[in-house]
Nanobody, 113 residues
Framework: QVHVVESGGGLVQPGGSLKLSCVVS????????MDWYRQALGKQRELVAH???????NYADSVKDRFTISRDNAKRTVYLQMTSLKPEDTAVYYC???????WGQGTQVTVSS
């Protein structure tokens, strides 16, 4: 059994920051690549960032230089530090164990004045 839980979302003004967390239980976390996705209302789910088991990272062009993905294998947690937030970042953010059907319930991020 794999359990994925996202947290850290909320309401923030443009230019503000939030840090999302994703805790994974049930399997050995450190051997998996972890992905952050987001889905705005009425839009397709899109890949935001991912991090390999060894710490290599990749970002969508829309968030490059603003978001940072990281992981703490001891805590079985992956993070998404978001800075300089824009209204277009508003979405539900999901954590996925790459290559699996294991997703969390998502955490809402709303960027609005």
């Amino acid at each position: 059994q794999v359990h994925v839980v996202e947290s850290g979302g909320g309401l923030v003004q443009p230019g503000g920051s939030l840090k999302l967390s994703c805790v994974v239980s049930g399997r050995i976390f450190s051997v998996y690549r972890m992905d952050w996705y987001r889905q705005a209302l009425g839009k397709q789910r899109e890949l935001v960032a991912h991090i390999s088991s060894g710490g290599s990272t990749n970002y969508a062009d829309s968030v490059k230089d603003r978001f940072t993905i990281s992981r703490d294998n001891a805590k079985r947690t992956v993070y998404l530090q978001m800075t300089s937030l824009k209204p277009e970042d508003t979405a539900v953010y999901y954590c996925n164990v790459w290559g699996t059907r294991y997703w969390g319930q998502g955490t809402q991020v709303t960027v609005s004045s």
